[in-house]
């Protein structure tokens, strides 16, 4: 890796403390950048900004996305505000370069029903009553409070003591916010919280680590990956006889801010729920709602059927 390149990720950690995963996705975007430029037999020290859009031109007879192609972009932008402020660099050679925006595409949302079937499913899938517990619990916090996955398969042991009606996050930026569990997921996570406290005397007994995370991975180190639950929550769904395809962990983050959307929710309290810094970030799920509300009107208004 260049030396630019090392002390703007540690810049990026140390100064603005950048959650590990933005800066696996900096360093891998620019690490492509770094090889093109190579390949060009030329130095990112001392290319200009044709040569900064002759690599965007290349990964876009690629065939990368437009979303792709403008992280990209701004990796490199910011790369090279780093370099100018630091003086490694007196110019900023893709300040003026513009991007090729992003593809206004609206999140497919999960209906009621579906999400209905999952949790349902949910308490009964597993290998054993652990996994069963466990999974009930996951699926159910997921939905009842529209964490991020990172929050939630990170979630301490202690956050969910003392049968809680919020539940302390950390997220992006090390920023908090409290969100609202609803009774059923109260319930479900008295029932794992039981259950993971009985595995913790046991291992306590056995001389072996006990589990700090409230979903511990097998080790009982460290918390179940955010890989390991999105392969979980595939499964769950082809039980559910739903399309895999269409269920993710963040399409059920986007099922809980436009249900309750739906159900007459504030915008501004959906914001604060998710964790938005932006309220524009949130008013997707606005567009999301007036899509399905015509969807509906097309499919249902006795005008628009032939019969």
Request: proline share 5%.
């Amino acid at each position: 890796m260049h030396p630019w390149i090392n002390a703007f990720l540690e810049a990026q950690s140390a100064e603005l403390n950048a959650a590990q995963n933005t800066l696996e996705a900096y360093s891998r975007d620019l690490s492509d950048f770094l090889t093109w430029m190579a390949d060009q037999s030329c130095d990112i020290d001392s290319c200009d900004r044709d040569d900064i859009e002759n690599y965007l031109i290349d990964i876009d007879t690629r065939g990368l996305s437009k979303a792709t192609r403008a992280r990209r972009l701004s990796a490199i932008k910011q790369l090279y505000r780093f370099a100018f402020e630091e003086g490694l660099r007196a110019d900023h050679p893709a300040l003026k370069i513009r991007g090729p925006g992003r593809s206004k595409r609206l999140p497919h949302v999960m209906t009621e029903e579906d999400v209905s079937r999952l949790i349902e499913i949910s308490e009964d899938f597993g290998r054993n009553p652990t996994e069963k517990l466990r999974n009930a619990c996951l699926i159910e916090l997921l939905y009842a409070t529209g964490m991020r996955v990172t929050e939630l398969v990170s979630l301490p042991l202690t956050a969910a003591r003392g049968n809680p009606k919020m539940l302390l996050v950390t997220g992006k930026g090390d920023k908090e916010r409290m969100v609202p569990l609803s009774p059923p997921a109260r319930i479900k996570l008295a029932s794992w919280l039981t259950h993971a406290d009985t595995l913790n005397d046991l291992a306590r007994k056995n001389g072996k680590p006990q589990a700090r995370f409230l979903f511990p991975s097998r080790n009982r180190q460290s918390h179940i990956t955010r890989q390991a639950f999105f392969i979980l929550i595939k499964s769950m769904a082809r039980s559910a006889g739903i399309n895999p395809n269409e269920v993710t962990p963040h399409k059920l983050r986007h099922a809980f801010a436009t249900h309750l959307l739906a159900n007459g929710a504030d915008l501004r309290a959906i914001q604060v729920l998710l964790g938005h810094a932006n309220l524009s970030t949130t008013e997707i799920y606005t567009h999301v709602l007036d899509a399905r509300l015509q969807e509906l009107v097309l499919q249902h208004h006795p005008l628009e059927n032939d019969d």
